[in-house]
């Protein structure tokens, strides 16, 4: 458990803390990583079809009326939205060009009212000419090494992060740090590929999560090679974060926040860390306040894309697409009349919406959300 009570972002003007509305566009992928898994609820699903155009356009406008809901309640200093557009691989859905193309318009009668980011996290293995078409698009790519693709693959994703680059667009590239030895060796060399070509990085470690990709266990010296890691990313006291002799399957020890940003504990907010305990069991958690997870292929609408926490204490969807209008007048009746219900963790482990505000007890929950919500219920 925890050596701590509360946790938050840390301030931070060059990684602010915004609104995720992660977009699961399609479940098919041209890669099969043995880490990401394969089924509906993993990380591809080649059995599914690539939703229609048309719906995915409603999306558009439900994320988009979902996310306003909670943008009345903030401070404008955090008006800030993300839409990340992902899958599977979402560059290979077909109609991926006017799907994007469509994102400023359904964004412009919200414009005044907070920024909109568009994004996008993908393995970058498709062709020049799909990377030059998507580009005008983006505002920032995550582009996604994977150790386990081929040399031609490994080649045509360098090449696209150049033309990224050459187009003056942001971009970071999450390495996947693959335990076995010569998969490490081969992330490390592209740290140092990216180092020379001055490309922001993140290298991340591998999640065993249970019954998916199964236990990831690293070496002392890769053990070694993160603490170095995370404690050169970690402001204030820079004490050893792991035990290289123990902590092998770094699963069971922590995480870092998949967007690399540091938090703070306990509301001290000049110790930032970037690297920390992830087990918060009966936690109070404003994941909610910073994250919309939907799920194209079925419809289906989370909070989070890996907790998945409902408001009544169970593991589940909020809602469904073909239900929308319910899910946004309930939200929007919850917010105006301050009673929408606090979660609180029912997880072993937490991921995704690691940086999400959140507290041991409810009081201080309360507390620290009053800088990230105008209005926060008593429930």
Known sequence: MPLFDSLEPAIDPNNRITFLLDWELTMKCNLDCTYCGSGLYSGHDNSTKHPAL?????SLDFMFEYVDLYMRHKPRSIKQVVLNVYGGESLHHPDIVEILSQVRQKHKRYSSEWNLTVTTTTNAIVSEKKIRAIIPFIDEFTMSYHTESTDKQKQQFKDNLLLVAEAGKKQKCVVLMHQESDLFQD????????????IKMLPRQLDGNAGIVGERKYTEEKITWFNTLYKSKTFGDKK????????QNLTNVGRACCGGRQVCTDQNLKQ??????NKFPDWYCS????????????????VNK???????????????LSDAETVLSTLSAQLDTNSLPVIQCKKTQCYCGLCAPKSKDLSTYHDIMKKYHNTITTH
């Open 272 to 277: 930032r860390n970037f690297y920390v305990e």
């Open 306 to 320: 890996d907790c998945k926490m409902n408001f009544d204490g169970t593991v589940g969807p909020i809602g469904n």
């Open 287 to 302: 994941v909610n306040h910073f994250f919309l997870y939907v799920k194209q292929v079925n419809g289906e609408i989370f």
């Open 240 to 247: 050893n974060i792991l035990d290289s002799t123990t902590d």
């Open 54 to 58: 048309a719906d995915c356009i409603k």
């Open 187 to 198: 992330a490390c060399s592209m740290i140092d590929w990216l180092t020379q070509h001055n």
